[in-house]
């Protein structure tokens, strides 16, 4: 099985913390890890396929937003909250702050 790359702080760049910040099934993802569960891919509740989800969990992982754990088969997803944190003070509360204010479709707005 090959090992699960993660990138260290240093590594880590804001323009692609943003960018994976910025897909709408992302974001998701990082609010449904916010509190600070560790979750299992397939207890992750997003409307997109398995092949679709290990994409956008990749995109998460490399940008050093997640940090996954493989135990057996199942992998554990968990938000790097004090890392990203560290490096960019206040950035996770504000942008899961303003999604949760931001309406989810055009069908929320009465449009």
Known sequence: MRP???????????HEVLHA?????????????SDGAELSCGMLDVP??????SHHLKVLRDAGLTYTRAEGVQR?????TGDIDALYPGLL????????RQPRSTADRGA
């Not at 997109?48 to 989800?53: A, G, I, P």
């Not at 509360?93 to 949760?100: D, K, N």
């Open 21 to 33: 910040l910025s897909d709408p099934i992302r974001l998701q993802i990082v609010r449904a890890l």
């Open 76 to 80: 554990f997803v968990s938000l790097r």
């Open 93 to 100: 509360g504000c942008v899961l702050g303003h999604a949760q």
């Open 48 to 53: 997109v396929s398995k092949s679709t989800l």
């Open 4 to 14: 699960i790359l993660h990138p260290v702080n240093e590594q880590l760049s804001l």
